[in-house]
Each structure stands twice: as structure tokens, then as C-alpha cells.
């Protein structure tokens, strides 16, 4: 196991973070505005989102770099500022930690798909190896490749996240098929961890979803599969437009009460995902803390 | 039982090859291009939309069985046109204004493709006017819009208007979905359509059409 991973694992279920895309929508992020762009333009609106989880308990706190492979940045025409975002990236999150927790850069999907041709294996590795090196320039601890639905892709986002020697964390998304138990891709939990333990991991996981309650079996059957770290940040149920405002089902209590669950499942390491703030990290420790 | 069940396995099983192969043998034994389409090619995608609907098939299967539709009707497209069938619709499909996700969006318009409909994409992050202009252009009866965002679906509503104030809104059906999009949502800004899958998108752009 990597150092990092086996300090971090010997104080307990480490806690990490929840959303940042809402949090930065509430300090002012226009719809359809690129977050990841508030790094050069807000950074210390997004420091303020990333020091609120350290102030909750967060152990280990994200970046603002979701998008930031030059894939999607070239959506928002900012596919020649890959390496800007991703470093001050870096940078805001480990200041906001300043030592009290560690940042694990996010790493999520190109949003393009191998079998329509509209990308490459090689295109992936290119795009992901240079965000993840400049999130190792910015000081990125480890790295949380997340929210991917492609098996294919999510080792490849690995392969190039572990070149740079840090700790890598392997995330699919599962909401799909019959039992809600697979990706879109249909790949099961099983799958995910033996392709994503493969790609060198040094934890699998599972974030976003349909929300919590359907994370805890799928928690088990990814700790099952294979002998590494489970993380699990699920999201806070389907958000609903009420009123033209977005809601979210789950409550912080609520979501909390499943921080048990989830322990005996397996998990290492938990936060939270979309809808979901640090009242969500604060309810955590509060349930871990009893 | 479908006539030439080789063509319909293909594409069942999104084999682009054999589903080539198999409707040039079928032209050179004569066979009548709109029966290929009619009883092999169209049930085969209907049963490909079935058993993704039923989570038998995923986004991967569902994708290579569109494209092996796709391989065969370029071959039946220009015979088609020469004996003057007129395309099931034309539509005109994109992720509105501030939503990148092109997924489902590129799921439903492949769907549509393959249910006979002629589709014109405008891609992501497309505006009102582009999507008017669109209609314009290319005389379509029908618009289809995509948002994954629940801050990006409120365009849907200026899109709508926007049909309504250039004068075109009885002129096209307007079909809306995505991830946190409902009927309820629909009924309230004055789509005409929610479809909550791909399959479903087919279904009602057939009934919007009138040709189920």
C-alpha cells in the first residue's frame, strides 16, 4: 500500500468532502459558467468552499478540477488553460488545508465515449496525464479519479494519474440496470474494482449515484472483490426543480445514519457528492464521533 | 418472425459488418429496400430499445446496434430516396444553452436515426435562436432538447418562447428529456413531449408524427 494511504488509514474511517459545484453555484457561480474557471477568476471563492469542509472535518478535501482535462475544458474554449486551472487548483485546496488535510485532486470523466470514435485511447491518456501533472506541480497529495461511468476510460485516468507516483483512487458511478447496481456501461461493482486494482488503484470506490442507502451493498461487493481501501461518496438523492429552485431528498442526519452501514460494508474512506454540503461532513463526524 | 432475420440479428447484436453484408446480398436478390427497412431493420431497433429499456441492454450495446442500423440504411438511403420515401421525420436535436452532457443527447439522436428519422444535431451549449434558425433552415417538424443540469433546464422555457415568437411553434412538436426533467416540467412550460428514455423518445416522436 502507499505510505500516504497507510497513515491515512491508521487514524480510522477517514472522512473527506462533499460537493463543490453547488457550493460555488451559492457564491455566485452563473448557470452554465465553467466551476473550474473560478480557480483563476474566484480563488478565494474557492478556497472559502474548500476551507469550510477542512472547518467540518473534512481529512482529506478535493479540487476544483472536475473538468479540468483539456477533453471538456475545450467545450468551454479553455482547452489552452489545462495547466493554469489544474495547478492553482492544486495550490487553493492544499492552502485552504494548510497541513490539517490532505488534497486529493479530482480527476473526472472527458464526457466522451471510444465506440462513437469521437476519441481515442491515446487522446484520454494524453489529456489525463497532463492534468495530473499539473495537479502533482500544484501539490496534490493523491488523486480521486471519479464520477466515471466507462470502465475503459477510468483505467486509463488511473494509469496516467499514477505516473506521477502519488496515490490514486479509482471512482465509478453506479445507477444503472435493473438493480441500479451497474454503470451506465453496465459494468458491475465486480468488474469496476478488478479493471480499476488492475490499472494500479490504491483504493476503488463508488460516488454520485441515486444516493446512499444504495451505495452500502455495493460498498460490500467492491471491498469483496478486491483487497483494497473502499471510498464511498455518495450523492444526496435525484435533485427535483421545485419552485425553480433545485431540491435534493436526502437530509444530513439522514445521510449520516448510514455512516454505519457503510463501516461494516467495508468503507475506508467517506464524504459526500452532489447536494451536499459541509453540514453533510459535520453530521459524519458527528456519527463517527458516537 | 422478421423476413431477412440475418440483417435483424446484426443489428440486434450491433454487428456492422454482417448487417452490411447482409442487406447488399439481400439488393442483388432483389429484395424491396423499404421491406428491409420495414420488417428487419425497424424491429431489430425496437427490440434493441426494448431490452435497454428492460436493463438488458446498456449504453454500449445500444450505441454499436444505432451505428450497425446506421451502416445498412446509407446503403438503402439513396434506392430509398430514387423511389421517392420520404424520410418518418425530421428533427432537429441538441443540449441547450450552458450543458455540455452530450451523452444522452448523442443516445436519443442515434435511437431516432435508427427508428428512420432524419436527424440534424446541433451538438451542445446551443442557443435559442440556433435552435430556431435550425428549424428554419431545414424545415423540421420537430425539435428535441437535452439538459442533464437542473440549472440548465430553465432554457428550456425561453426555447419554447422562442418558437412562439418567431411564429413557429404550431409548426413544430417540441420533445424535451434529461436526467431531472419530468412531465410535470413539461406540461408547465408547454412541450409537447417528455420522453423519460431513448426509447421512449422514439416511440413519442412516432406519435408526434403520427406514424405509429
Known sequence: MHSLMERLLAQGTVVTDGAWGTQLQARGLADGECPDAWNLSHPDQVEAVARDYVEAGSQVILTNTFRANRLTLAGYGLAEQVRAINRRGAEISKRAAAGRARVFASIGPSGKMLFTGEVTEEDWLAAFAEQAEALAEGGADGFVVETLSDPAEARIAVQAARRTGLPVVGSLVFDSGKEKDRTMMGTTPEQAAAELAEAGADAVGANCGLGIAGYVPICRRLRRAVDLPVWIKANAGLPALVNGRTVYATRPEEFAGYVPALIDAGASFIGSCCGTGPEFIRAIRKELSR | ?212
Open chain 2, 1 to 212: 418472425m422478421p423476413r431477412y432475420s440475418q440483417l435483424y440479428d446484426a443489428i440486434l447484436k450491433g454487428d456492422l459488418k454482417t448487417a452490411v453484408s447482409t442487406t447488399q446480398e439481400a439488393l442483388a436478390k432483389g429484395a424491396d429496400p423499404e421491406n428491409l427497412v420495414a420488417e428487419s431493420m425497424v424491429p431489430a431497433m425496437d427490440e434493441v430499445g426494448r431490452r435497454f429499456e428492460a436493463n438488458e441492454y446498456f449504453v454500449p450495446e445500444l450505441m454499436i446496434a444505432a451505428r450497425a442500423m446506421k451502416g445498412a440504411l446509407e446503403i438503402l438511403r439513396p434506392l430509398l430516396t430514387q423511389k421517392g420515401a420520404k424520410p418518418t421525420g425530421r428533427i432537429v436535436i441538441g443540449t441547450v444553452k450552458g450543458d455540455l452532457h452530450d451523452i444522452g443527447k448523442n443516445l436519443v439522436a442515434s435511437m431516432l436515426e435508427g427508428g428512420g428519422f432524419e436527424v440534424i444535431d446541433l451538438g451542445i451549449n446551443v442557443s435559442p435562436q440556433q435552435f430556431v434558425e435550425a428549424v428554419k433552415r431545414t424545415n423540421a417538424e420537430m425539435v428535441g432538447l437535452s439538459a442533464l443540469l437542473t440549472t440548465t433546464m430553465p432554457s428550456m422555457r425561453t426555447i419554447v418562447q422562442a418558437f412562439k415568437d418567431a411564429g413557429l411553434r404550431d409548426r413544430v412538436k417540441i420533445m424535451i428529456g434529461g436526467a431531472p426533467i419530468t412531465q410535470e416540467y413539461a406540461n408547465e412550460i408547454g412541450a409537447d413531449a417528455f420522453g423519460e428514455n431513448a426509447r421512449t423518445a422514439v416511440t413519442l416522436a412516432r406519435q408526434l408524427m403520427g406514424v405509429c
